[in-house]
């Protein structure tokens, strides 16, 4: 795929949009809109006890309460591992030493550029949160198994959330579908 050329349409805090004119791989042209985001990073924290870090956070996009893992967007030329630790350590209220990557999705490609990074954080251990004004969010400890059931029953309805959960839990060989 080529782009031809680019028209902008909004720059925002957070966002920008513009409308792409491409060639696409079957040599078609289209006008595409796209929603330019920085990204963001997620983190499944896993205490000691086989709990995970699940936020219960006030989205007025999704009308209302929804239940996330610790997350936030990327800034200006920093790396997502320090994204997450940072994000982790602000809302949550707890630091980790052990880190694995769980790989990166996107969250809309048909319209945004955004990818999410994903995290598994152990090792962890206290810290002193700082909550932005505009984050309305409660901070719940919830059985690693008990998060699984919720992202598989769709409790859970943030994409990330569901993903970084059963993503962890095959990292850790945690079988969640019983064979006959």
Excluded at 2 to 17: F, H, M, N, Q
Excluded at 46 to 71: K, M, S, T
Excluded at 123 to 139: C, F, I, N, P
Excluded at 163 to 172: K, M, V
Aim: aromatic share 6%.
């Amino acid at each position: 795929m080529s782009t031809l050329d680019s028209t902008p349409k909004y720059e925002g805090r957070v966002i920008r949009v513009t409308v792409d004119n491409v060639v696409l791989p079957n040599g078609k042209q289209a006008a595409l809109e796209v929603v330019h985001h920085p990204g963001g990073a997620a983190v499944v924290a896993l205490n000691d006890l086989q709990q995970v870090c699940l936020l219960r956070q006030y989205r007025y996009v999704a009308g209302g309460w929804i239940w996330e893992l610790p997350a936030g967007k990327l800034e200006v030329s920093e790396p997502p591992q320090n994204t997450a630790q940072r994000e982790l350590t602000e809302e949550a209220g707890v630091s980790a030493t052990d880190w694995v990557s769980l790989g990166t999705l996107f969250s809309s490609p048909g319209v945004f550029s955004e990818v999410i990074h994903l995290y598994l954080a152990q090792g962890l251990s206290s810290a002193r949160s700082q909550l932005e004004d505009h984050e309305v969010l409660e901070v719940h400890w919830v059985g690693f198994r008990r998060a699984c059931e919720m992202a598989l029953s769709g409790e859970l309805r943030d994409a990330k959330t569901t993903i970084g959960l059963l993503r962890a839990a095959h990292r850790l060989g945690l079988s969640l579908v019983e064979r006959p």
